[in-house]
């Protein structure tokens, strides 16, 4: 029997490689794209029942169903109110394409900003602050707050270079890709990050810490946290953000551009 992972990571990753097939193929024969829609309508209609027969005889308890509610996104069952294309109402086909720009992007960010980390090879703030001998203010204790552990070890700082940030890379390029795809930076939605979900245990103090959930009436807004958020904990320069957000800024418009 099917797990409940494989269950519901293979029909998403099937949907948005057939966009991405889809994309290509219309792009190199337009003549051809009313046969293409039927088949792309065809596949993903019947990758739905299938993932609805998959589901029923699954061997895990499993909670998640798809809504069958023509072009409806079922919010991820453990953040149930962690979504920001349900109000959408996006079809199928279009939540497949946003899918697909949005991983074309992730991946074009984590390859440029990882060439940016080992080319330039940028010192992080616990190091600089710690031994940079230029000045008699260095301070060798120095520690900052860190990035947020799940509560299995220490809060840290990433054990790579600085610049550029990834963190920004990835915010500017997925935020970059949901403004172009709706046409607009205003939308309010909101979310809960893992660090804040009654669960995990801050490592520094020892405490679980509790729901909370950010709200936003922007895309930009929530790039905005992304992008400040590494620099609050002490991991980062904000010249690391700056051209982090940049970078995937400009990612996504390429992506978006070249398969619109």
Known sequence: MPKTNDVLFNPAIQAAVTQAAYQTLISLYPAQKVLFDKAQSGFLNTLRKDLLAQLATSEDKITYTPIMEPGYHQPDPTHPNQSFLSPQ?????????????????????????????????????????????????????????????????????????????RHATFGGAVFGILRLFYGTDTMQFQLQADEYN????????????????????????????NFLGRIYVGVHWRTDQD??????????SYIFTQND
């Open 243 to 252: 051209a982090g957000r940049t970078m995937g800024q400009q990612i996504a």
């Open 89 to 165: 109402k996006n079809t199928v086909q279009q939540n497949a394409r946003l899918f697909a720009l949005v991983n074309y992007a992730m991946a074009d960010a984590a390859i440029a900003a990882w060439d940016s980390k080992y080319y330039y090879g940028f010192w992080r703030p616990i190091v600089a602050i710690r031994q940079d001998t230029r000045s008699t203010r260095s301070i060798p204790n120095w520690l900052p707050l860190g990035a947020a552990s799940d509560g299995s070890g220490t809060n840290f700082t990433p054990a790579f270079p600085s610049y550029v940030s």
């Open 198 to 225: 009654g669960i995990t245990k801050d490592s520094i103090t020892n405490q679980i810490r509790p729901v909370r959930a950010r709200y936003y009436q922007s895309f930009t807004q929530a790039e905005d946290e």
